[in-house]
């Protein structure tokens, strides 16, 4: 599930680079779609009056190229749970962390950026050593940081050594 999910980020990543004058773009940040993705937040989303709740869903709608590209979705916007993602127009994709998953995926955060120098040599990790601190966070992440900070939580999972994606994203999926 990682590897599809990153290497489906990447090829997000390297369409948008090849993007030329007159191609059709993405019309929503996809920063923010990469990490509800990864993070494996639900989703919502209407198509002519039908709700869907499937990432394949908003792929085929806002991939440039896919036979189902649809540019009026122009809006990703976070939520704190599923009751707060109804109402929304339906040029807007809503998206929330799983309930169930809240709590082992802030746990799975925090074991992470609480590993010591020591710790790191032992697991044989090679990144440096950080607080949530250097990342605008702080201790306790939140359901509030996880929605409303996205963009620093992303930054701070980024920073993690690709062995401790795993562990992050099985956690989004409710997975120990």
């Known amino acids: ?13 390297i369409m948008i680079g090849r993007n030329q004058e007159g191609v059709a773009q993405p019309m929503i940040n996809m920063d923010k779609y990469s990490y509800a993705n990864l993070l494996s937040f639900e989703v919502r989303m209407t198509i002519n009056g039908y709700v869907f709740q499937s990432w394949t869903s908003v792929q085929d709608s806002i991939l440039p190229g896919s036979r189902f590209f649809d540019p009026s979705f122009n809006e990703l916007v976070f939520v704190h749970n599923e009751a707060e993602s109804r109402g929304f127009p339906d040029n807007v994709i809503v998206a929330w962390p799983r309930e169930n998953a809240i709590e082992l995926l802030i746990e799975q955060l925090h074991l992470a950026v609480n590993r010591d120098a020591n710790e790191l040599v032992r697991l044989r990790l090679q990144r440096p050593v950080f607080s949530l601190e250097e990342f605008n966070l702080t201790y306790p992440l939140t359901v509030e940081d996880l929605v409303g900070n996205w963009e620093d939580v992303f ?5 993690f050594h690709p062995s401790e994606h795993s562990a992050i994203t099985r956690a989004g999926d409710g997975i120990r």
């Open 1 to 13: 599930m990682l590897v599809i999910s990153i290497l489906f980020v990447a090829v997000i990543v």
């Open 155 to 159: 930054a701070l999972f980024k920073s």
